[in-house]
């Protein structure tokens, strides 16, 4: 069981807005450090998406935003593509383990 | 832009040592700050971090596996290495190794990955 909490599907039609959720406890989100988040393409490595909560790497569109609020945090993705299917990851820092958490992943669905 | 390539066994015995070694190119493991750290994902679940090592040699592991791991660098060849001792289903995954920044005001997060390397464990 993953120290950080995702749902493992969530899917939307081509154009609409998603979230996935990242829950986290006191001892990682909730105390303040960053979450970071990933997008797995199918037979591919993992790709850094969001940084420190809400910046996106050079090269990532604009239709991918994160935010953090307390002990959780959330990746929204808008105006939904077929080549955004992908697994998605969010990551953070845990004091109590000192080392980082990972999110069990959530498979995106685009219908 | 720098790249990182695992290489080793696909296949291990049980009670064996595990043993990766990932290739950096484009870069070297022992300049700058960075990093260097090994993920792994068994199927169907999500990612583990292994642990990482810093330029300066300082290294940090997951607790649940902090007794079987080794983390070391052999920047003669510009290669970082994962060994896990005494191997068992459960260490049956997909094995990553990845690069780590911390831009300013930022935590550490991964900015490069391997493509992954697939280790089973079997008899």
């Known amino acids: 069981q993953s120290v950080l909490t995702q749902p493992p599907s969530v899917s939307g039609a081509p154009g609409q807005r998603v979230t996935i959720s990242c829950t986290g406890s006191?001892?990682?989100?909730?105390?303040?450090?960053?979450v970071n988040w990933y997008q797995r393409l199918p037979g591919t490595a993992p790709k850094l998406l969001i940084y420190?909560?809400?910046n996106r790497p050079s090269g990532v569109p604009d239709r991918f935003s994160g935010s953090k609020s307390g002990t959780s945090a959330s990746l929204a993705i808008t105006g939904l593509q077929a080549e955004d299917e992908a697994d998605y990851y969010c990551q953070s820092y845990d004091s109590s383990l000192s080392g980082w958490v990972f999110g069990g992943g959530t498979k995106l669905t685009v219908l | 832009q720098v790249q990182l390539q695992e290489s080793g066994p696909g296949l291990v015995k049980p009670s064996q040592t595990l043993s990766l070694t990932c290739t950096v190119s484009g870069g070297s493991i022992s300049s700058g700050s960075y990093y260097w750290s090994w993920i792994r994902q068994p199927a169907g679940k999500g990612l583990e971090w292994i642990g990482r090592?810093?330029?300066?040699?300082?290294?940090n592991y997951n607790p649940s596996l902090k007794s079987r791991v080794t983390i070391s660098t052999d920047t003669s060849k510009n290669q970082f290495s994962l060994r896990l001792s005494s191997v068992t289903d459960a260490d049956m995954a997909v094995y990553y190794c990845?690069?780590?920044?911390?831009?300013?005001?930022?935590?550490?997060?991964?900015?490069?990955w391997g493509q992954g390397t697939l280790v089973t464990v079997s008899s």
């Open positions: 006191s001892s990682n989100i909730g105390a303040g450090y960053d």
């Open positions: 090592i810093h330029t300066s040699g300082s290294t």
């Open positions: 420190g909560n809400n």
């Open positions: 990845a690069r780590s920044v911390r831009p300013g005001g930022y935590d550490w997060f991964v900015d490069s």
